[in-house]
């Protein structure tokens, strides 16, 4: 499998025209034999890639006093402190443009009532509810695991999308990538790999070359 997948990736770089931006490289699964409306068979679960998604991904950090800081020195692209919450819950819009702009979004523990209160609205219907970090946690080590992270779900139809790299990454480190997205069916379908029905690979602007 993993020599088909080098050999899409390579051939979905060749075929894409250069543009003014690094373009994403995205794997699509097709899956056979899935009732998605049953909830059992639906999933929404985190990948750790092991390359890392090679573009910045946006982190938004709510918390206050030394978590706060650490998560600004750590590099997160916003830092949101109590009040800011408050704010947020007056100004829908404000708060929808910040769910539409950061990949993921990280809370001080104690603060999720007032994450629930105020962004739980916004945040809820997109999956992006906060993932909880103790008042005592560092913040570096969180995002450095956030940064390599994407989603992987399969909601209303049986197909997963999901970005795996760049197309400056070097193409086995992409195919590794797609590997880890492969483990995570293995272990939600009840066949395992043998309900996949077709993989292809892409990058953002090219065409779609088959895996499988």
Not at 4 to 28: C, G, Y
Not at 79 to 88: A, F, G, N, V
Not at 135 to 142: F, Q, R
Request: net charge positive.
């Amino acid at each position: 499998m993993k020599q088909e997948i080098l050999e899409a990736v390579k051939k979905a770089k060749e075929q894409t025209k250069p543009r003014n931006f690094t373009q994403s490289v995205d794997v699509i699964i097709n899956i056979k034999d899935l009732d998605v409306k049953k909830p059992e068979n639906r999933f929404d679960e985190e990948v750790l890639l092991p390359h890392g998604r090679g573009k910045e991904v946006k982190i938004a950090f709510i918390a206050d006093g030394d978590l706060a800081v650490q998560a600004k020195d750590a590099g997160a692209n916003l830092i949101i402190q109590k009040t800011d919450l408050e704010e947020l819950g007056k100004n829908r819009k404000e708060a929808k443009k910040l769910a539409n702009k950061h990949d993921f979004f990280v809370a001080q523990a104690d603060m999720m009532p007032l994450v629930g209160r105020f962004l739980g609205p916004v945040l809820g219907p997109r999956k992006k509810m906060p993932k909880p970090v103790p008042a005592s946690a560092k913040a570096e080590p969180v995002l450095e695991r956030l940064r390599d992270t994407i989603k992987v779900r399969i909601k209303d139809q049986p197909v997963v999308q999901a970005i795996v790299g760049t197309q400056e990454m070097d193409d086995e480190l992409i195919a590794e990538n797609v590997e880890a997205v492969l483990a995570i069916l293995d272990r939600n379908l009840e066949k395992g790999r043998n309900q996949i029905k077709s993989i292809h690979v892409k990058t953002t602007m090219g065409p779609v070359v088959r895996v499988i």
